[in-house]
């Protein structure tokens, strides 16, 4: 009788314990925009602008396109970037219709806490056909890369043989083992 009664007790204890405290947690989920579907610009202005304070083309090259195509009126941004240069030059092709030059100056020394100067900006209107070359290459970054013409005398034949690939006996590698 003294055994049941301790089983019961521990059985109360145990399933108070695992009982709901009546307490609700709410948890909070931020919510963001992971992907983003590529916005075409048509491009029809060609800016070239000094940058100062870049100490990398990678980081601050990277942060400063971020930003500039976060706008949705940038269509590519490129610099000539030469480590331990005080000025670095900034290529961006934008629509004039849709950001101006002035924006485009006010957004890269915001960048980073105000981490980038500029200086003489120039703008000039692109050709039709430079503008168009521009959109349809920024959508496909390899088509400017030198391609490799395959023939079939480049592709070797592959054949079952040549790929083998023998079990090593593990009866002998544990006896091995064992000996040392």
């Known amino acids: 009788m003294k055994t049941a009664s301790y089983f019961v007790i521990a059985l109360l204890l145990v399933s108070s314990a695992c009982g709901e405290s009546g307490k609700k947690k709410i948890i909070s989920v931020e919510k963001k925009e992971v992907l983003k579907q590529p916005v075409q610009v048509m491009a029809n202005r060609e800016m070239s602008i000094e940058v100062v304070g870049m100490s990398c083309e990678h980081a601050c090259g990277g942060a400063i396109r971020m930003a500039l195509k976060e706008t949705g009126a940038v269509d590519r941004c490129s610099f000539d970037f030469k480590e331990d240069r005080a000025k670095n030059t900034a290529f961006i092709t934008f629509d004039k219709d849709k950001i101006s030059a002035d924006k485009i100056i006010s957004i890269i020394e915001k960048v980073n806490n105000n981490q980038f100067t500029t200086s003489n900006p120039t703008t000039k209107t692109m050709d039709k056909v430079e503008a168009e070359s521009s959109t349809t290459s920024s959508s496909n970054e390899t088509s400017s890369l ?35």
Do not use: G, H, M, Q
């Open 146 to 180: 030198p391609r490799k013409s395959t023939t079939i005398e480049d592709v070797s034949e592959y054949t079952p043989e040549d790929a083998s690939f023998e079990f090593p006996n593990l009866l002998e590698l544990f006896s091995n083992l064992v000996s040392l």
